[in-house]
């Protein structure tokens, strides 16, 4: 092999040698049990560090002991509802409700059961004279604390469609035509040709003498939920914040997460066989045996050896492969590592 080719194999097995996987790698090499818990069941709540460290782990033992530190760290004394103790059980119950009852584990309404459990209490407006809406829905959180805390709209855009949280960021500016006479507008989640086209203009069923449309009582609790939210939310920034907040997983503590993966690294395989003692006549000493001297190698070996290489020797091989030859390349990877820091001072020391 000439030094050219030396050099190129080097530096082809070097760049092979520090590539990682990427997660979605990483991800696709899981076995599909454990890949749909981590991007499906448990995607809502889990943190990143924590599907981090999952995803470093590479044996199914290892994958065993970190569901079970992750239900603990949810399940402990003091948290806000939903966690504490018994999560593990009740977010099962909720991810079925989520399921079947509130469009999907990945809508909107789904979401918010699977991050804060139902609401309290949910009001369906009914209008004896006509529908408003396509469906709308005001939750009621009374015991959170945080975002959830206080009224949620939620509203189907069309029917049968799955709901979506209602925010500031639905309402449209009135619109004005070119003389001046004033375009009637429906915003989400109004229907057509309703008697109503805005959350404001349900301030009118909290009034007596309602013009043009029947009073609803059932609308006044939603105009009421309305104002709270467009107070609390303020703008479309403050709605995006507030919806980054709802939505984001429930912060549990992870400290030493990094150090538990060293734990579950040496934690035996409880599926190994165990080693029975060998029965001896008497004890043996035990055998130094006697190093291999330097031997030629293949191509093949060379790459195995160059991979396993430390950092730092493989970075000074990068520099010198293109004055190596073979038979130096050769001896420098089957050395120890005091070999290889004196053959390193010694090759430079000639070459002066």
Not at 180 to 189: A, K, L, Y
Not at 196 to 221: F, I, Q, V
Not at 249 to 272: F, M
Request: hydrophobic share 40%.
């Amino acid at each position: 092999m000439s030094r050219v080719a030396v050099a190129a194999l080097l530096a082809f097995f070097a760049a092979a040698a520090v590539k990682t996987p990427t997660e979605a790698e990483r991800i696709k090499a899981l076995p599909e049990e454990e890949r749909r818990w981590l991007t499906e069941y448990v995607a809502p709540i889990i943190l990143p560090e924590e599907r981090k460290a999952f995803l470093d782990l590479g044996e199914p033992y290892m994958r065993d002991a970190f569901k079970k530190d992750f239900w603990e760290r949810r399940e402990q004394d003091g948290l806000p509802r939903p966690l504490g103790p018994g999560y593990r059980v009740r977010y099962a119950e909720l991810r079925r409700l989520a399921d079947e009852k509130y469009d999907g584990w990945n809508q909107d309404a789904g979401r918010m059961v699977l991050r804060w459990g139902e609401p309290d209490s949910i009001l369906s407006p009914h209008c004896a004279i006509e529908d408003v809406f396509f469906d709308l829905e005001v939750w009621y959180y009374s015991n959170r604390t945080g975002p959830a805390a206080g009224h949620h709209i939620f509203y189907r855009p069309a029917d049968l469609a799955p709901r979506r949280r209602w925010t500031v960021a639905d309402e449209i500016p009135p619109l004005l035509h070119p003389n001046e006479v004033r375009i009637r507008v429906f915003e989400p989640p109004f229907r057509p040709n309703s008697c109503r086209a805005t959350m404001a203009s349900l301030g009118a069923d909290c009034a007596e003498g309602t013009k043009g449309c029947n009073a609803c009582p059932d609308l006044c609790e939603v105009f009421r939920a309305y104002r709270e939210i467009r107070n609390r939310q303020g703008s479309r920034a403050g709605a995006a914040m507030e919806e980054g907040m709802l939505f984001e997983a429930a912060p549990v503590s992870t400290e030493g997460i990094e150090r538990q993966k060293d734990k579950w690294a040496s934690t035996a395989n409880p599926n190994a066989k165990p080693i029975g003692a060998v029965p001896t006549a008497s004890p043996v000493p035990a055998m130094t045996p006697t190093p291999a001297g330097p031997h030629a190698l293949t191509d093949e070996e060379i790459r195995e050896a160059i991979l396993g290489l430390a950092p730092v020797y493989r970075e000074w091989l990068e520099v010198a492969a293109p004055v190596l030859t073979r038979e130096e390349l050769a001896r420098f990877l089957q050395m120890s590592s005091t070999e290889k820091d004196k053959f390193i001072r010694e090759f430079w020391k000639k070459r002066k």
